[in-house]
């Protein structure tokens, strides 16, 4: 019933204020209503105005007065704490499942100043701020990721209580902000399709970080190639930036395939992040392929991510 | 959730400051436990104490209630019920842990504001009022957090929302229906105040005479009665001991017998001051229509519930109403009572008058004229008197205080066969000259003698007058004789300097500040409502709070938030004019696509214009995120140049302007 009604809520709220990168938050999109702190103070001033009334004090009736003013001068500066404020936020990094993606949010003021806005995912786990004129407020929200694949951010809830907590102005946003999550590296064999000479590679790994490999020619410089394979040399004579390539003999390259690996479908995809991320930290060429994809041997970052993005995103072999 | 640095300072400094009015009426044992409760908390925050445990927390609590208990005596009245208030709002401060804690202390303070209130309202506690109202405030301000840790900022903030609030609680104050008490409460304060009280023995009403402090005000409308007509009426005293004078038991519940007003009223306002007895005070012949009044069998204004408030009513006065033309015979018999025996001189004397006068106001006349030749003086020390106290002063010491010459000549009437009775009240007032109105005190409380007399009813007449006139026509200090200082007993009241004119001006000019705040604000109520609502507003009362209320938080609402001046992010807005410019170009942005890439991809599809877009979206991500200074006019120069370098541009993909 509960679990309904907050859906339905919820629902209202998205047709009211669309999911953007990058919002003001006005009327349409702050909610405010009395605190519990609020309700309290509202029942003690019905206990003082019954004491005016029974005891006939003019100056117990002043107070609740007062008080009561308070309350509704108390709406006007909640609301205008929260509205106005400008929120946007940045697409957050790639991370690896089970780490904290890293949510970037901006707050930055219309001119005014914004006293302790709770920013958060929930109610509990919120960081409170000042964000004053002068300056823009940047906030990284973590959030626990456990499964690879696209991971939405969830509504933030920006909230405030300012100046006196008797009410709780609050605004859900929906930045539209996903980040992707990499499985989760698992160490594991090397699986090639070479399997007589996993051995002989595994011990050719170890060798290839002293540089003893065959060298097989020169290349043009790419951005993401190795620093330490460039031909200063040649550069330095005057001559195209140029990087040496070592290789193995051909039909020698590693190829990291899903099919040829066991077991469950997670377990090859974080076994094969696990090699990805090995061997493109050690410079080594490598082909991958999935079930429907095949990149060809190559190294360097952007070969890196399009591997990852894969292993991200891969649907298949059930 | 710890309670931030702020807010707890606050709400000890709001303490201390709440506590202030309170320690005249609460138990001096309070102090102690406030100290000590107060300097554990400061010991917790500091991190030299721990919190005492929940034994130890029981253990106090439990020993709070013993002590009030014990040191309120029997009674359960306000002074109690304020202890347990006060003790509850000491101990919390040591269960001060979280948020709540420190709202539920907040709250029980707004509380204990009250108390203070009920206990006294008078202007200076008012006005001093307003600071723990806002180091409370404060400490409300302070939980929030924000704003740094420091003092400051919550005051200020306070304050002025403390400022903004006035203007509507001042519409509430004057239109918020005051309606009657629900249910009756005793404000048994148990603190003893001076004034008439039930019972008179002859020097009580000269103690009375020593006191400067105020009994009520009066406010005529037109012109005020001579002052040698002002006797205000408290009650009567019926019944003699020999000793003592004492209320009538008929008078005091029996209602009065329906009059008819005869000739010009006098109309006038009362504020009187608690009394904690239920009359009121008025000229002769009254009637009033405050709720509760009635009137009694002897004239006298008596409320349903005791004065324990500062009350206003208004009265209308009917000075030559006949009162009572026929005597029931229970009333005569209670106003021919005498003890059995005692003072045979006097009862001697009042025969042998009776004889000698058979006309009633011919033996009064006779009285009279004998306190005015014979060697009678009018005294605040009257001398000690044996058993026969009415024998003792009318024949031998002969120096008495206006209760002694009325006591002596109701004796006397009763003796010879004339119903007779003490009236008790006070006598005159000072008229303040800038606020036309009467300022009674407790030195005016005055006794004269009514007695009654076929078909004319009852008449007052006054001894003291016959005695010592300038009493009547002036005043209390000028009737005194030179050995006897006026206001002995209070050295330090402003009323002993009367003769220095500067001194004057200012009690007078302080006096008026307090007639006002008491008429208009501590008087307010029921009946000055409706009469103030009425001459304003007439038929249109009811309107009037619904529609200035909205207006007011109308306004309010347009102060702070001024929607007219909502500051426009010129910086921003050049970007959404950006991201219009290449929507006509069949080019919008996705959600959750940052600045930066969109400017990419439209740099891609637009290859033509991709150094204008990428100047562009580099300035604006550096202008609105890395901190550098806004620069819109820059900005807008950039887009120009966007838009330059798409004007040449036709293509498929380009969209009629709108």
């Known amino acids: ?318 | 959730m710890n309670v931030p640095r702020a807010g707890l300072t606050w709400l000890l400094i709001g303490q201390a400051l709440l506590l202030v009015p309170l320690w005249w009426q609460l138990p001096p044992w309070l102090l102690l436990f406030w100290l000590v409760c107060s300097a554990w908390r400061i010991q917790v925050y500091r991190m030299r104490a721990r919190v005492p445990g929940r034994g130890l927390r029981t253990a106090m609590v439990v020993l709070a209630a013993v002590a009030v208990f014990f040191s309120s005596g029997r009674s359960f009245g306000l002074e109690t019920a304020a202890a347990l208030v006060v003790a509850a709002f000491l101990l919390k401060l040591l269960e001060l842990n979280t948020r709540r804690d420190a709202w539920v202390l907040l709250l029980l303070g707004l509380f204990c504001q009250v108390v203070a209130y009920l206990f006294d309202a008078s202007l200076p506690w008012a006005l001093y009022s307003v600071l723990p109202l806002a180091a409370l405030l404060a400490a409300m301000v302070g939980l929030q957090g924000g704003q740094g840790e420091r003092l400051g900022p919550p005051l200020r903030r306070a304050a002025g929302l403390l400022l903004q609030a006035v203007p509507l609680a001042l519409l509430l104050f004057v239109c918020f229906p005051r309606i009657a008490p629900l249910w009756s409460l005793p404000l048994n304060s148990g603190q003893a105040r001076t004034g008439l009280a039930d019972v008179v023995a002859p020097g009580d009403i000269a103690t009375l005479a020593q006191s400067p402090e105020l009994a009520f005000r009066v406010s005529f409308d037109g012109p005020p009665p001579a002052r040698r007509q002002l006797y205000w009426r408290a009650f009567t005293l019926e019944r003699f001991d020999g000793r003592r004078w004492q209320q009538g038991g008929l008078s005091r519940f029996q209602a009065v017998q329906p009059w008819q007003p005869v000739g010009e009223p006098w109309r006038y306002r009362v504020i009187q001051e608690p009394t904690d007895k239920p009359w009121l005070f008025a000229l002769d012949v009254a009637r009033s229509t405050a709720p509760d009044v009635q009137q009694t069998q002897d004239y006298r204004l008596q409320r349903r519930r005791p004065v324990d408030q500062p009350l206003y009513y208004s009265v209308e006065s009917w000075p030559q109403v006949v009162r009572d033309p026929q005597l029931a015979p229970a009333l005569r018999q209670q106003n021919l009572q005498l003890p059995a025996t005692g003072d045979p001189r006097m009862r001697a004397w009042a025969s042998d008058m009776a004889r000698r006068y058979p006309e009633s106001e011919a033996l009064v006349a006779a009285m009279l004229q004998r306190y005015h030749e014979q060697d009678y003086h009018y005294s605040l020390r009257p001398a000690t008197l044996g058993s026969d106290s009415i024998d003792g002063f009318f024949f031998d010491t002969r120096r008495g205080f206006c209760a002694h010459f009325a006591g002596a000549m109701t004796f006397a009437l009763r003796a010879a066969g004339i119903p007779a009775r003490m009236v008790v009240g006070y006598q005159g007032g000072e008229l303040n000259p800038a606020g036309n109105y009467f300022t009674v005190r407790q030195y005016d409380a005055h006794a004269w003698v009514e007695y009654w007399r076929q078909g004319q009813g009852w008449r007052s007449v006054d001894p003291t007058f016959a005695v010592a006139p300038q009493r009547i026509d002036q005043g209390l200090a000028e009737a005194l004789g030179a050995d006897e200082p006026f206001l002995q007993g209070s050295p330090f009241s402003m009323l002993r300097y009367r003769d220095l004119a500067w001194l004057n001006t200012l009690r007078l000019g302080w006096e008026n500040l307090n007639y006002g705040w008491e008429r208009w604000v501590l008087g307010y109520q029921q009946a000055q409502q409706s009469e103030l609502l009425l001459r304003w507003f007439k038929g249109w009362a009811i309107w009037v709070l619904p529609t200035a209320g909205t207006l007011t938080v109308l306004l309010l609402g347009l102060a702070v938030l001024r929607p007219w001046r909502r500051q426009v992010d010129r910086v921003l807005r050049q970007f959404l004019r950006f991201e219009r410019l290449l929507g006509w170009h069949g080019l919008t942005r996705a959600p959750g696509e940052g600045p930066h890439a969109f400017a990419e991809r439209a740099a891609q599809q637009l290859p033509g214009s991709a150094q204008a877009i990428h100047t562009f979206a580099q300035a604006y991500t550096r202008q609105r995120y890395a901190g550098e200074a806004a620069a819109p006019a820059t900005l807008a120069v950039q887009l120009n140049d966007v838009r330059r370098s798409l004007a040449g541009r036709t293509g498929p993909q380009r969209k009629p302007l709108p």
Not at chain 1, 97 to 109: K, M, N, P, T, Y
Not at chain 1, 160 to 171: D, E, H, K, M, Q
Not at chain 1, 260 to 283: F, I, K, T
């Open chain 1, 1 to 318: 019933m509960r679990a309904a009604l907050v859906a339905r809520l919820q629902r209202w709220q998205d047709r009211r204020a669309p999911a953007a990168a990058e919002v003001q938050l006005d009327h349409s999109r702050v909610y405010i209503v009395p605190s519990r702190a609020g309700i309290a103070y509202a029942a003690t001033l019905l206990l003082i105005l019954l004491a005016a009334i029974n005891y006939q004090n003019s100056m117990a009736y002043g107070l609740v007065f007062t008080l009561g003013s308070l309350f509704i001068v108390a709406i006007l500066h909640t609301y205008r704490n929260l509205s106005g404020l400008r929120v946007g936020s940045d697409a957050p990094q790639a991370v690896f499942a089970g780490e904290q993606a890293r949510f970037i949010v901006h707050l930055q003021s219309q001119g005014k100043a914004h006293y302790a806005i709770a920013v958060g995912w929930g109610v509990h786990t919120a960081h409170t701020t000042d964000v004053l004129p002068a300056q823009a407020q940047r906030l990284e929200l973590a959030l626990p990721t456990s499964a690879r694949g696209w991971l939405a951010a969830p509504r933030l809830r920006l909230s405030t209580g300012f100046p006196l907590g008797l009410l709780r102005a609050w605004s859900w946003l929906r930045s539209g902000q996903r980040v992707l999550v990499y499985p989760c590296p698992l160490a594991g064999e090397l699986p090639t399709q070479h399997a007589s000479a996993s051995t002989a590679e595994l011990a050719g790994l170890q060798a290839l970080g002293q540089g003893t490999e065959d060298f097989l020619g020169l290349k043009p410089y790419q951005p993401g190639d190795a620093w330490h394979r460039l031909n200063w040399k040649a550069w330095s004579r005057g001559g195209p930036l140029l990087v040496k390539q070592f290789g193995e003999a051909r039909g020698q390259d590693l190829a990291l395939d899903y099919l040829a690996l066991e077991g469950g479908r997670e377990q090859r995809l974080s076994l094969l992040c696990h090699w990805v991320l090995r061997l493109a930290e050690q410079q080594r060429p490598f082909a991958f392929s999935l079930p429907g994809l095949h990149l060809p041997a190559d190294c360097g970052v952007a070969h890196r991510e399009a591997c990852l993005r894969a292993l991200a995103l891969f649907e298949g072999h059930r």
